[in-house]
């Protein structure tokens, strides 16, 4: 079922996209995702779902760090086989965990740079909590490709580096109404850029609000 | 340009139509406006001969032996030694409401459950500079031992004399304001003000029991344990309709390796009402994050607790310094703690006491929700009132904590 949101997707990437190729840049696709109302989704990540590249081994580490109770960043893409340290720059605990499909882990008790890496080895979404701050979220998106990009905060990406060839690109946010396969795009790259937009419906947000003074010490 | 249109249109004619390998590890969990966490606690305790003062004993701890023909003798039990639920939620523009009830039944005298804490909360800024209130039922944040789950404490399993009575004793409703702020430098600034009522027996403790150590969780719909026959004392009480006011002051270096914190507590107290307690007391702080994951704390509290009938009015201090190191799941740690009261007006029963004390402590976590803790407590005090009985020479506790 092609839903309105996607539909209008689907006809501005039909149509304005292979018309309006943009020449001459090292970028291969860039775009907009914006949401219900036309304004641009920061933090949306756009990636490639198909085809799925032969991954190199010995990828370099990335690093999800704590600082001020807080996890930096709040979303942390990665590709799949990609391990990831959890510093904790806070001088008190924190008790990292996912109980998500694609990594259940836990982190006991720690400062500094205790903790020992975290391979993640399955595409999906990890939430990240920690068990002292209920308040304390981030999520780590694993993902199948290593050509993703993270909307800046007027909902803008680029993708650069795509070898030629035929792709499908979706959009994902923390708070989309649409499942990535239903903002699939394909896309063909042979020399121009193109531009796409998705457009993508955001539910609202209540996140748990934070304790930063004292009573939130422990 | 045609083909490559008919070729995308066919893309999207198969995303829409066939199904694609299933996405849902895409889907991020809801999070939830309303959520519950709970602790349970459970130990085999072997108190000092002499009863607890929770059984209205002269014992200084929170279990202790039990009356025999012979005088005192000691127990070791196995004890439901707390049992607390939190309900939280996110509320509309940003607040946030918090609930606490504990049941602790050796101190409450029953299986009722305590309201320790229920407060609405609200924060403008960021973790770096911002603003903070809050109202509703809430003890005082002076304790720097009571940063563990449901309040507990998280070095030790009984806090110092010290904080064991901030938080046996004071249990207010109001309002608390705040503010922090990182500097330019990096040096993060501080402050609390707090206005409560139904703190008009603050002090009343420590005049009629002395000092203890535990790790009671006082409530406020609850009452305590008075030394003599079966008397309690609520520990919300508020007769003069004056507010207790106190302020709490925190200066933490930029990489939050010190902190040092002060606070004024001073309940108001009017005399001239029966029953009314005028107690007012400050306490000083020092954390320190060392290297090779060792802890530092130390705090001195020194005070006053005054009243018109019957005449025990008296000047209350209290220190302790705590070493932890911890490493992993493990903790390990160690604490002195020196305690005085000191009779002021030379009433019919002297309220002297002094004593000192040395815990060590063994903690393990399993999991994210499974706690084996040791403790062994070495306690020598003296109190007027009861002549050169030393109570509570010594206890020993085994815990097991499971935190939901």
Known sequence: MVTGPRLRSIILSAFLAPLTPVHGGAPAVSGNVISGDGKGVADAVVFVLTPTPALP???????????????????????????????????????????????TFELPLYKGEDAP???????????????????????????????????????????????????????WHELSKLKPEATAQPVRI?????RIVFNLPLAPARPRPAIHGVWGEP | MFPALARNLCQLLLCALLPLPALAQYEVPTQQSLWVRALLDVRIVGGGPAPSWTDHGPGKMRYGGSNSPTGFERDTQLVLSQAALQLGAS?????????????????????HPWLVEAILRREWGSGERGWGAQAGVTNVPFSLEHTGPAWTPEYTISASALTSWLWEDISLIGVEGEWWHATDTGVRLGALVGAGYGGDQIGRLLALLGWAIGDVIGG????????????????????????AMYGWLTLVDESETAALKFGYIDNLGNEDHSGVWHTHFNTIGVVLHLPKRIDFLAQ???????????????????????????????????????????DLDGGPTSTNEHGHAVTGAYLVQFGLRNQVALEYIWMNSHRDATGALNPTPDGWQISYRFRY
């Open chain 1, 57 to 103: 081994r010995g990828r370099p580490s990335q690093v999800l760090d704590q600082i001020h109770k807080t996890f930096v960043p709040g979303l942390l893409p990665i590709v799949v086989g990609t391990s990831v340290r959890f510093p904790n720059h806070d001088q008190i605990h924190h008790h990292v965990y996912s109980f998500s499909p694609a990594k």
């Open chain 1, 117 to 171: 890496e975290v391979l993640f080895d399955k595409v999906g979404v990890v939430k990240i909590g920690c068990n002292i701050h209920d308040w304390m979220s981030g999520i780590i998106l694993v993902l199948p490709s290593p050509h993703f990009s993270v909307t800046d905060v007027d909902g803008r990406f680029v993708l650069e580096g795509l070898p030629a060839g035929d792709y499908t690109l979706v959009a």
């Open chain 1, 190 to 194: 042979d020399g121009d850029v193109t």
């Open chain 2, 91 to 111: 509320l509309p523009w940003g607040m946030r409401a918090q609930v606490q009830m504990n049941i602790e039944h050796d101190v409450a005298d029953g299986y």
């Open chain 2, 220 to 243: 406020v719909n609850g009452d305590l344990a008075l030394p003599t026959g079966t008397q309690r004392t609520d520990i919300f009480n508020e007769h003069d309709h004056r507010p």
């Open chain 2, 300 to 342: 001195y509290l020194d005070g006053v607790a005054r009243v018109h009938t019957p005449p025990n009015d008296s000047a209350v201090s209290a220190y302790y310094v705590l070493v932890s190191h911890h490493y992993g799941r493990q903790r390990l740690s160690a604490r002195y703690d020196s305690f005085r009261v000191h």
